[in-house]
Nanobody, 122 residues
Framework: QVQLVESGGGLVQAGGSLRLSCVASGSISSINTMGWYRQGPGKQRELVAEVTSGGSTHYTDSVKGRFTISRDNARNTVYLQMNSLRPEDTAVYYC????????????????WGQGTQATVSS
């Protein structure tokens, strides 16, 4: 009933930039927090950044000052602008959203996208 589709990954050299996008579609009543997670090779999935419906943001320490999360509520879309990329940023990036369905507007669940690969070469 809900689908999250990411785009914007790719291969970039260290110091470069990428912009990820994630669009939520389906029978959506409301979207609360939206965020980006990543899972690097041999690592656990970790939170990168998140943004509330009101626009408050939170970043993991390693990306502060380099990444910017934003959202377009009218388009059910969240973005992650990644600048000054480092090889250690190489990972599959996953979109996550806390969503209430039209059929059950009082109930929220977390949904995940399929992931998009970002590779930073040294």
């Amino acid at each position: 009933q809900v689908q999250l589709v990411e785009s914007g990954g790719g291969l970039v050299q260290a110091g470069g930039s990428l912009r990820l996008s994630c669009v939520a579609s389906g029978s959506i009543s409301s979207i609360n927090t939206m965020g980006w997670y990543r899972q690097g090779p041999g690592k656990q999935r970790e939170l990168v950044a998140e943004v509330t419906s009101g626009g408050s943001t939170h970043y993991t320490d390693s990306v502060k000052g380099r990444f910017t999360i934003s959202r377009d509520n009218a388009r059910n879309t969240v973005y992650l602008q990644m600048n000054s990329l480092r090889p250690e940023d190489t990972a599959v990036y996953y979109c996550n959203a806390n969503i209430a369905l039209r059929s059950t507007p009082w109930l929220t669940s977390n949904y995940w996208g399929q992931g998009t690969q970002a590779t930073v070469s040294s």
